[in-house]
């Protein structure tokens, strides 16, 4: 099992960044695959990024592909998620979770454990 907790949210205007970090407990962290999901209000929860166990294969969605980058530390137990020219359509709260999947999952139910979500509210 594996706990997560996030930060790094905030309120940013547009066109700015935000780095989110995502601390996970335990020693068995470099055998989850990471992702990074958000839910705005009304809207279904979606992944944003993902990265394999040793880091070196990732996934964006196409509206953040160039602006985000996803990056692991295994020997610091943390998955950033680094954000560049935000936008308002990105505000939502941003989730981080752990899949025991081998390969990349970007949909919610790949993913077992979740942490509790920070807030990233961007202002036009």
């Known amino acids: 099992q594996v706990q997560l907790v996030e930060s790094g949210g905030g309120l940013v205007q547009a066109g700015g960044s935000l780095r989110l970090s995502c601390a996970a407990s335990g020693r068995t962290f470099s055998s989850y695959g990471m992702g990074w999901f958000r839910q705005a209000p009304g809207k279904e929860r979606e992944c944003v990024a993902a990265?394999?166990?040793?880091?070196?294969?990732?996934y964006y969605v196409d509206s953040v592909k160039g602006r985000f980058t996803i990056s692991r530390d295994n020997a610091k137990n943390t998955v950033y998620l680094q954000m560049n020219s935000l936008k308002p359509e990105d505000t939502a709260v941003y989730y981080c979770?752990?899949?025991?999947?081998?390969?990349?999952?970007?949909?919610?139910?790949?993913?077992?454990?979740w942490g509790q979500g920070t807030q990233v509210t961007v202002s036009s």
């Open positions: 979770a752990a899949s025991t999947f081998q390969s990349i999952v970007p949909i919610r139910t790949g993913y077992a454990y």
């Open positions: 990265i394999n166990r040793s880091g070196g294969t990732t």
